[in-house]
């Protein structure tokens, strides 16, 4: 009864039956359907946050039928993209034939036969083409190699390798390196790089010869650039306080804590070189510094060919004694080495340790290094971002020491000056020949004191000296896409569809909180979507990275900080508390992204967590941890690597350095949309994010038009990464309408 009541309840005529069943099948069906478009439609996109715009067009021009809006709309976006590629394969195509043109200009008005050095007895200044000679002198052979890198880096692969072929190109390169010898012999090591090597290098950078002697040259440039008087610090006061026995305890710290084995070997064939160098060096650098004041004397070449047979005595004993070759052996070769020293050329004993020790870490990796007592005020300061001063931005455009920029509310803003005004002078010292570091070193100081600076403004023909009182200066880390005039940066870079942008310069103890309060300012305004640039940010605080990764995630591994083998790892987790919501986040990277940021786009792109898609180029593939320790005693401290980063699916952030040795390509993070911008699509892009960044004053109009501000279409048109990086979070949006609709 019950079971009859039950099916008397549902029954119904076969008629009825068949078109309940009919209409059941129709809305089934068309269920299925509408899933498959969406289907399609996702996987569409999920092949453009793959930069593989060719394929979505196939999927989308597949869902237009039934899916039409979204589909539409994927459409333009695959369509603003061909666009860019167009654009910039035009403007490559461009580029690369007027390089082409140069170099036939070149040819035709270039003496093949005057481009031979001349001999070294018969050389004189006036018969070398250096780096430094007038551009638009026709032999000039820099500025054929400048045309040849720049012709080589817009060339496909087979125009590449027919350049490189070319008789004119082959003599070209051979004289490069015949001049580098010549340059080499006087002592001028940095003008052989710059004028040589360093171009060489560019345009066949597969050429390990030419890379290896670039590095030697660089080397000796150092060495020898370690001997001369600066505006901030004499020769003599450069090596202050170095003592051997700080070298000796930082190896005993690196021997318990350094992330890897160490390769004592390589470390002692490397010193000894340096020791080497150092005495060739110091032979011809005295012989031509006019400003030598004796400090240290020039060995006489009989003791440095004495010294240069002793080393290679003291490296065959450690290439023979290679297994089991430890840290108390590698310490031996230094004893050795100074034993020799005073035995053969008697290098100044400070000088000499300095080098040994920079030669040798060298070979671990570019960030574990020695700060001798005399650095470790510069070194703080850098690592703190903020710092006592006067809060201005500087460059040396032209060799001119230049406001670049104002800090907004700083004693320098306050004082009157603006971005564009030359430093001639800082406390009487003229800028001239003054570095960049130097000048820095010089304008900040202990809060309340002041410094007197020459300034000579755009419109004026004489310095005016403005003396200002320094204070303490913290520099932001948080920027917009543009500066107004009142100093406050815009984070909407696409009003219609309410997405923000917001770069991080670094990642310092400021960060975190400015970053919160932009986003809560964006998402108080309807916030739909997120672009964060992260190119040339090169790091800074690990904790200031994880909790702006924390930002977007609920859960789960951040990073594993992994140290030395059989050391416990250290893990950092996300919190549910705190996340903002999970709009559409795209992440703009570059070769300069490097340590804090390759952490923060590696964990969000993470396929555990799929929280941003990666644009641009593959970062710089630092993943190391620096710890510091004050263990070499005497003021000396010894940064140096600690640990490796492992992202939360486990992968590590691999070093370029050593991958590159390996012969790999996958260091650091890369970019789920790959861009690579050309130097000239870079060159524009900062030069419209420098006048977009820039803070002047609003009183002065002396500059005119050469601080415009760009609009929003300019800056697009010459940013393609940001240009495509909106493509991204607007097909994220797209996307997201997608799965609702249906």
Known sequence: MAFSSWFGGHSCSAQSARSLSSAATKEGKAATEGSAQVDLISEACRRI??????????LIQKAKASNGRQAEQLERIVQEHEHISQRRQAARAEAYAEQLRKLEEL?????????????????DEDALLLADDEPNEPNNVTDILAVLVKATEFATEPQKAALLVDPFVQKVLQVSVDRSVILEAEGKWLDAYAGYYYWLKAIDPNNRGYSEHAEELLDKAGIAGSFRDSPCETRKERFDGIEERMFERAMDALSLHYVNSIDYVRMATEAITRCDHLAQVLVIASVRDPNADGSYPAPTPEKVTAWSVALMGLREEVEARAQGFGKDDFLAVLKKALALNDATVQLPRRPLVAHFSEAALKTLDPYTVMVWPRQVQDFEKMMMNEFSGIGIEISKPRGLLTIASLLPDTPAYRAGLDAGDVIEAVDGLPTKDMSLTCAVKKITGPRGTTVTLAVKRPAEDRAEEITITRDRIIVPTIRGWQRTEAGMWLYVVDPIHQIGYVRITSFSG???GDFERVLRELESQGLKGLIVDLRFNTGGLLDSAVKVVDKFIQEGLIVRTQPKVGMIPSYEYAHRRGTHPNYPLVILINSSSASASEIVAGALADARHGRAV????RTHGKGSVQGITHYPGGGAQLKYTMAYYHLPSGQRVKSREAVEREGGKDWGVGPNVEMELDSNELRAMIEV???NDVLVQAARDEHGDSYKKRTLEETLEADPQLAVGL???KTRLIEADALVAN
Do not use: H, M, N
Not at 49 to 58: I, K, M, R, T, V
Not at 107 to 123: G, M, Q, T, W, Y
Not at 614 to 617: D, P, T
């Open 49 to 58: 946050y793959q930069g593989l715009f060719d394929e979505a067009d196939g």
């Open 510 to 512: 400021e960060t975190v």
């Open 689 to 691: 994010q420098r006048d």
């Open 727 to 729: 493509l991204v979070v």
């Open 107 to 123: 040819k035709a008005v270039v003496d093949l036969s005057r481009i031979d050095p001349p001999p070294v007895a018969e050389l």
């Open 614 to 617: 990666l644009v641009g180029s």
